[in-house]
DNA sequence: CCAATTGACATACGCAGCGTATGAACTTAC
DNA sequence: GTAAGTTCATACGCTGCGTATGTCAATTGG
């Protein structure tokens, strides 16, 4: 077996390297996550990261992307399987806040990133959870479910935070079980704020 | 001039070191503010950081419970002079997203704060802003205002959190002026929706 | 098929920054 | 007035990041 082409052997290393990251970045947090500890268990050095990633920085963005990634895909996987567009927007809202309950993601999308990176606006702008959401909200204006007046990325954005939070307060209560009950009563009451009045039941 | 009493020395210390640590921690942020600098600047030294907040997180920890106590103030002062309660609430709730926009809030209290101390719920439980907006909701709920089956807590969380983001996106928008209007606009939607039926205008 | 060049990393070095251990001065208590 | 405790400064070692440099393999051009 001689040795494979470049640019699978590229692919591969960025591949571990992304994938011990992530994997030190959600347990013990950017800060604490030591590049020499997490690149030699990837076998590997520092020197690789510097070269493809720029940095500890640009490695954090490339992480977060992936994670960005692959949430956008399991929202739409929920959006698309619900009866009605109304629900279905509730029903990403409600997926949206239960990934925000993983560890990993907490940590590093919703805790380390903003603190590292700056405001998440620049990072997910394009093809993110929010972009999604944003576009949902679009369409259920258009069909007339909620009211004319609401901007749809404003509107994405503050729906965004409800969820943020809510998942939050949800991961760190002692009675995660009950939290997310009430929560979940709040948050339907809020969005119906959102109906046209010929909406609301 | 001979010397004060210690107690009054100690405080002043005390009172200089949150202050330089403060103005470091909101402009440069918590990862890059240097405690040999900013103690330097008091006229101090790393010990008396260690010996009075027993490290730069205690320091943070401080700095942050300063700020909010300054904050619940103000938004106590907001509600204050408002001529019925629901309109009180609503203009404490923009009020507190004025506040988010405010680089030193932001940066302190909203991004670092979270990514090195954990999750704010358990730092801001008892006499913060957060307990104050809960009070104000359970308030609203027995008076009639908004509907029965919303637990405060979590409703307070929610709004929370809208504030928050909405205040982040307006914050970092290119035209803080229009977002800052088309999420006033959204907001008001979404507390409509806390309200109970026969107080939807 | 063989240089020449580029790319993909590893290695080595320097430096900043944190935490702790130690020490000195000053205060308070008795 | 002395002993004890407090308040800070100083000194030390360690970790961890970033960069500069080196090395080897792979690709390219003729």
Not at 22 to 35: E, K, N
Not at 141 to 162: C, F, H, M, S, W
Request: proline share 3%; glycine share 8%.
């Amino acid at each position: 077996m001689a040795h494979r082409p470049r640019s699978e052997m590229i692919a591969e290393t960025k591949c571990k390297l992304l994938e011990s990251a992530r994997r030190a970045f959600g347990t013990v947090g950017y800060a604490d996550a030591s590049m020499d500890d997490f690149t030699a268990e990837a076998g590997l050095t520092r020197g690789a990261i510097y070269h493809h990633f720029g940095g500890k920085k640009g490695l954090l963005e490339a992480v977060i992307m992936q994670i960005d990634a692959e949430m956008t895909e399991r929202l739409h996987e929920v959006s698309k399987r619900a009866s009605n567009p109304w629900d279905g927007f509730v029903d990403e809202c409600l997926a949206y806040v239960e990934m925000a309950l993983e560890p990993e993601i907490q940590r590093i999308v919703h805790r380390d990133g903003p603190a590292v990176l700056g405001d998440p606006l620049g990072w997910s702008n394009q093809e993110g959870c929010l972009a999604a959401m944003m576009k949902h909200v679009r369409t259920l204006k258009q069909q007339g479910y909620i009211r004319q007046e609401l901007d749809p990325e404003a509107t994405a954005r503050l729906i965004n935070g409800v969820s943020l939070h809510g998942a939050q307060w949800i991961a760190n209560s002692h009675d995660p079980k009950q939290a997310s009950d009430r929560i979940v009563i709040a948050f339907r009451a809020l969005l119906e704020g959102l109906l046209t009045t010929s909406n609301v039941n």
